[in-house]
């Protein structure tokens, strides 16, 4: 689901080239990808432990620097949310211009 819904690239230009609205791809995304993954995800998962032999490879663990600091929790939320945030405010901005009614804020 990740890789198929917009900000990414390549949704972003199938929503281009096909006139698609980007709210709607988004929100049919979320609500057709999530109950999918969330039931499809831990099926795929127990058939590719028992048919899929594969050895765990072995990884050098490097520690972080004593004075690295990760971002908290919020600043991270509001990354991964904001491109979505701006792209239902852009439809939003085009359904009140096209809509004949007088728009309650100006975009």
Same mark, same amino acid.
């Given at each position: 689901?990740?890789? *198929?819904?917009?900000?990414?690239?390549?949704?972003?230009?199938?929503?281009?080239?096909?006139?698609?609205?980007?709210?709607?791809? !988004?929100?049919?995304?979320?609500?057709?990808?999530?109950?999918?993954?969330? !039931?499809?995800?831990?099926?795929?998962?127990?058939?590719?432990?028992?048919?899929?032999?594969?050895d765990a490879?072995?990884?050098? =663990?490097?520690?972080? $620097?004593?004075?690295? &600091? *990760?971002?908290? =929790?919020?600043?991270?939320?509001?990354?991964?949310?904001?491109?979505?945030?701006?792209? *239902? *405010?852009? &439809?939003? #901005?085009?359904?009140? $211009?096209?809509?004949?009614?007088?728009? &309650?804020? &100006? #975009?």
């Open positions: 689901m990740h890789g *198929l819904m917009p900000p990414h690239p390549g949704p972003v230009v199938a929503v281009e080239a096909l006139h698609a609205n980007t709210g709607m791809v !988004l929100v049919w995304g979320f609500a057709l990808g999530l109950p999918i993954a969330a !039931l499809a995800g831990p099926i795929f998962a127990k058939w590719a432990v028992k048919h899929v032999p594969v490879p072995e990884i050098e =663990f490097k520690p972080l $620097r004593e004075d690295a &600091r *990760l971002p908290g =929790f919020a600043l991270t939320m509001f990354s991964m949310l904001l491109p979505i945030a701006l792209m *239902l *405010l852009a &439809r939003q #901005c085009a359904k009140s $211009r096209a809509s004949s009614a007088t728009p &309650r804020w &100006r #975009c």
